[in-house]
T-cell receptor, first 113, second 107 residues
Framework: NAGVTQTPKFQVLKTGQSMTLQCAQD?????MSWYRQDPGMGLRLIHY???????DQGEVPNGYNVSRSTTEDFPLRLLSAAPSQTSVYFC????????????FGEGSRLTVL | KNEVEQSPQNLTAQEGEFITINCSYS?????LHWLQQHPGGGIVSLFM???GKKKHGRLIATINIQEKHSSLHITASHPRDSAVYIC?????????FGTGTSLTVIP
């Protein structure tokens, strides 16, 4: 059981570069989400999706783009990286509805120089 | 604005002690989650609650919906319980997270 697979684990970018963080789950979960975790702050929701073709913004969406073409995959795109996007990123999935337990990927540490 | 507040921020305990971590929230929720994050960084779900109380081994989680408060208890704490414990609430399709409680259990 792979659960939630997130890649890459580490990435260093230069300001202005673009990249995609990949997230895949094999649990047929409707709900998928991306978070960033910064020192002294709680996890903050960037974008989420409740099913293929449906995405919406979370608390801190600026500078990030997502798409959900399949149930399994939910990539996060940084269009033009900025130092303020240096963070640890987590992808998570759950069944839709109030009974959905959250399953997290292992995290991706991104540094923007 | 902080939708979720946790206390304490840091906690050091001797092995065997009873531990309580508190979580208060300010929004209407459909569920509350307790998560554990080890120094390696991975996050795992411990509990999901919408009412009452749940128990897994030495861990107990309670929630009082009227008071918008939840507690996580660890009985007979052990060094392997050392981790960051995070409270999260779900409101609609949004999740809000506390900043975490860093627990260190000393042998």
């Amino acid at each position: 059981n792979a659960g939630v697979t997130q890649t890459p684990k580490f990435q260093v970018l230069k300001t202005g570069q673009s990249m995609t963080l990949q997230c895949a789950q094999d649990m047929n979960h409707e709900y998928m989400s991306w978070y960033r975790q910064d020192p002294g702050m709680g996890l903050r929701l960037i974008h989420y999706s409740v099913g293929a073709g449906i995405t919406d913004q979370g608390e801190v969406p600026n500078g990030y783009n997502v798409s959900r073409s399949t149930t399994e995959d939910f990539p996060l795109r940084l269009l033009s990286a900025a130092p303020s996007q240096t963070s640890v990123y987590f992808c998570a999935s759950s069944r839709q509805g109030r009974t959905g337990e959250l399953f997290f990927g292992e995290g991706s540490r991104l540094t923007v120089l | 604005k902080n939708e979720v507040e946790q206390s304490p921020q840091n906690l050091t305990a001797q092995e065997g002690e009873f531990i309580t971590i508190n979580c208060s929230y300010s929004v209407g929720i459909s569920a509350l989650h307790w998560l554990q994050q080890h120094p390696g960084g991975g996050i795992v779900s411990l509990f999901m609650l919408s009412s009452g109380k749940k128990k897994h081994g030495r861990l107990i989680a309670t929630i009082n919906i009227q008071e918008k408060h939840s507690s996580l208890h660890i009985t007979a704490s052990h060094p392997r319980d050392s981790a960051v414990y995070i409270c999260a609430v779900r409101t609609g399709n949004q999740f809000y997270f506390g900043t975490g409680t860093s627990l260190t259990v000393i042998p």
